[in-house]
C-alpha cells in the first residue's frame, strides 16, 4: 500500500480520511466529491485507493467463502434474493461509481505518461461548480481538473470554465463540446462567454450557426428544436448561418 506523503502530510492524512469514510459507506456526497478530486489530481492516490479497495474486499470476502460449489451458490443466495423486495442493484456502495473511477483514470494518466503528454496543460480548466449534476461527461468535471478535448454534459447548476483566454459559464441543462482552446459546440443548452484581450476569435458553433468573437461579452441558447438565439452584450460577434453560409 502506497506510504504517507511525507511533503504533505495534512493532505494525506485528510485523504486518508475521506479514503476510509468512503470504504465504510460513511461519507456524504460532498465528501465522496473530494475524494474524486483528490484522485484526479494525484496518481499515487488513485494506486492507494485501488489497493486498499483490493485489501477491504479479501477481508470481505475471504477466499475459502468464493470458492464455494455452485451448488452451495445456489442454496446459499437465491432464496436471500427471492426473500427480499429490494433489487439487489439498489445495495451498491456509494464508493462503486469512485472505485470505477479510481481504476479508469489510473489507466488512462498511465498511458497518457507513457505516450508522453504527462505535462500538457490540457486546453482549459473547471473553476468553479454550483450545485452541479453531470450526465454522460468524456472529462473530468471536479473543480480544478484540466480540461482536454471532449464533452460536458451538465442536467443542473452553474460551471464556470476557463478555455484559453475565454470565460465560459455553462447553465443546466447543457451540452459542451470542448474542441480546442479556441473552439467549442453547443450542442444544447446555454452557455455565456467573455473573451479577454489576447482569445478575439474564439469560435462556437451551434447545429446551425457558427460564431466568432471580436472581443466581447455575449451568450448563445441552443433550443430543444436546434435553433440558437445569440445575446451580445458588449463588443461584437461574426454570426454565420451554416445552411445559407450567411
Known amino acids: 500500500m502506497t506510504t504517507q506523503d511525507e511533503t504533505n502530510p495534512d ?3 485528510r485523504y486518508c ?3 476510509d469514510l ?3 459507506e460513511e461519507a456524504d456526497e460532498a465528501q465522496l466529491a473530494e475524494l474524486e478530486g483528490c484522485l484526479i489530481r494525484d496518481p499515487s492516490l488513485k494506486r492507494d485507493f485501488v489497493e486498499s479497495l483490493q485489501t477491504r474486499s479479501a477481508i470481505a470476502y475471504p477466499q475459502d467463502e468464493l470458492a464455494c460449489s455452485p ?11 427471492a426473500a427480499t423486495t429490494t433489487p439487489q442493484w ?5 464508493w462503486a461509481n469512485l472505485v470505477i473511477a479510481a481504476g479508469i483514470l489510473f489507466f488512462i494518466s498511465t498511458a497518457w505518461l507513457y505516450l508522453g503528454h504527462g505535462d500538457d496543460p490540457g486546453i482549459g480548466l ?4 454550483e450545485n452541479c449534476q453531470w450526465q454522460g461527461s468524456t472529462i473530468p468535471t471536479v473543480p ?11 442536467s443542473r447548476g452553474i460551471a464556470e ?14 451540452d459542451l463540446e470542448l474542441i480546442q482552446s479556441d473552439r467549442c459546440f453547443v450542442h444544447a443548452g446555454r452557455i455565456f462567454a467573455k473573451v479577454h484581450p489576447g482569445g478575439e476569435g474564439f469560435q462556437v458553433q451551434t447545429p446551425t450557426s457558427l460564431l466568432i468573437d471580436r472581443g466581447t461579452v455575449f451568450g448563445v441558447n441552443v433550443t430543444a428544436d436546434g435553433n440558437s438565439d445569440l445575446t451580445v452584450v458588449k463588443g461584437r460577434v461574426d454570426a454565420k448561418h451554416l445552411s445559407s453560409g450567411t
Open 126 to 129: 473547471i473553476v468553479k461548480t
Open 161 to 174: 470554465l476557463r478555455i484559453g483566454l475565454v470565460d465560459v459559464t455553462m447553465e443546466g441543462p447543457a
Open 71 to 81: 451448488e452451495k451458490w445456489t442454496t446459499s443466495f437465491v432464496p436471500t434474493i
Open 22 to 24: 468512503a470504504l465504510d
Open 144 to 154: 480544478g481538473s484540466s480540461l482536454r478535448p471532449g464533452r460536458l454534459v451538465l
Open 90 to 94: 439498489q445495495r451498491i456502495p456509494k
Open 11 to 13: 493532505r494525506w492524512n
Open 17 to 19: 480520511l475521506l479514503r
